[in-house]
């Protein structure tokens, strides 16, 4: 990995001073160097101009940019009006050209402490473990950019993630059973046994608990090092009963499967694509996710209301078939719709505002509830809004449920993936 490059740019408009460092995070083998930045006279349009090369010839290139407030500590600033040599379909040469509107995405604001980080990937990617797709390295903007949701889904703020691989699919029945039987025989025992629809759909009604265990019995399984443990030395695996597991009991660096964090969830379900609403744009129809359409919100544009046409009917619970619908930029399937998706982290209502929320986080330390994502068939199309985060939700006959669901709730409308990382 090479040394990444410091370029100091004072910038001036009128009485306000901003100091920025540039920060060039350079992805084997792109090399993004000779950053120049400037402020347009009378604006709040910054230029920012670079190089950037690709010894082995693997472009077009996607390029980021995140912004920080507090030095580096995290990178929580908002950054959507970008036009120029950014994104995905970057070619390689010199004075590529960004133009960022800070005057619409951080009206107002000032910092002494501002840095900007700009990111090379020529999407070189490691083979993804069979059934897995790989998600790299890079921030996104996460939260509500529409400010449609609820207060707990903002500020929209950036989040630098480290790559990780996270499986195509929902947990089906058939690898939950073979998982589930071999740690019976090998000292595991769960809440719940697991339910289904049919062959090849997902399986639910399991509790975060029974998920978290599953996680570390299909690591032991496969012969890798478990991730979840019952102590900070991380020498005990997970294994039975209902245990307070906390961030420290968590060996991130192993080389077997956990629960996505709430972060990972998010950009893996943008698929890279940078402040939309779902995994594929703007609007939802039946042929986008298995949910519940309703003409309450503009953008629920399909033909066909009420539960999915084809999924909707029989006995519950209405799930679909893994793969029913389109993938997303990554190759993953059922990002929304069909089940949330059990997340690792507390709910953590004012999370998002913590300097913590900006590299690789994991969530608060401690909360009441756990993070579930994605909407399921039995919700309404403002539900799998990406950004969503579950939040005061009556179901038909449920009650009324808040923040996100308790570890030891077990639902039909609630599934799981698993992800790996990559520094084993």
Request: include cysteine.
């Amino acid at each position: 990995m090479k040394t990444p490059r410091l370029v100091r740019q004072t910038l001036l408009s009128g009485s306000v001073l901003l100091l920025f460092t540039f920060t060039s995070v350079l992805a084997v083998p792109p090399v993004v160097s000779n950053i120049r930045a400037s402020q347009r006279a009378g604006t709040h349009l910054i230029d920012i101009y670079y190089n950037v090369s690709d010894a082995d010839g693997n472009s077009p290139l996607t390029v980021y940019v995140a912004v920080s407030d507090n030095a580096g500590a995290s990178y929580n600033v908002p950054v959507f009006t970008l036009i120029g040599a950014v994104g995905p379909g970057v070619t390689p040469g010199t004075d590529r050209h960004i133009v960022w509107n800070a005057g619409t995405d951080w009206p107002g604001r000032f910092s002494s402490q501002c840095r900007v980080r700009i990111t090379a990937d020529d999407g070189t990617a490691p083979p993804a473990p069979a059934g897995m797709a790989y998600i790299p390295a890079g921030p996104f903007q996460m939260g509500d950019s529409f400010m449609e949701g609820n207060i707990n889904e903002l500020p929209v703020h950036t989040v630098y993630l480290s790559a990780f691989f996270m499986d195509k699919n929902l947990v089906s029945r058939e690898l939950w059973l073979d998982v589930y039987a071999w740690a019976l025989g090998h000292g595991y025992n769960f809440n719940n046994s697991g339910s289904f629809r049919d062959a090849n759909h997902p399986v639910q009604t399991i509790n975060w608990y029974d998920a978290v265990k599953w996680c570390n019995a299909r690591s032991e399984k496969e012969g890798l090092t478990a991730c979840y443990y019952t102590d900070a030395s991380q020498t005990t695996v997970y294994r039975s009963w209902n245990f307070a597991i906390i961030n420290a009991y968590v060996k991130v660096s192993a080389s077997g499967y956990r629960l996505p964090t709430e972060a990972e969830w998010e950009k893996a379900a943008r698929g890279g694509l940078n402040g939309k609403r779902f995994p594929w744009g703007d609007t939802i129809t039946h042929s986008n996710a298995n949910y519940y359409s309703s003409a309450s919100y503009a953008y629920d544009v399909s033909p066909t209301r009420g539960n999915h046409p084809t999924y909707g009917t029989g006995s519950q619970p209405y799930t679909s078939p893994i793969g029913s619908f389109a993938a997303n930029g990554y190759g993953l399937f059922d990002m929304v719709g069909n089940l949330w998706e059990w997340c690792w982290d507390w709910h953590g209502s004012t999370f998002y505002g913590d300097p913590s929320a900006g590299n690789d986080p994991h969530g608060p330390s401690s909360d009441v509830r756990r993070v579930v994502r994605g909407g399921s068939w039995n919700s309404e199309s403002w539900y799998l809004r990406i950004s969503n985060r579950k939040y005061a939700h009556s179901l038909p006959g449920w009650g009324y449920m808040n923040n996100g669901f308790e570890p030891g709730d077990s639902v039909s409308t609630i599934g799981f993936r698993c992800v790996r990382g990559l520094s084993f």
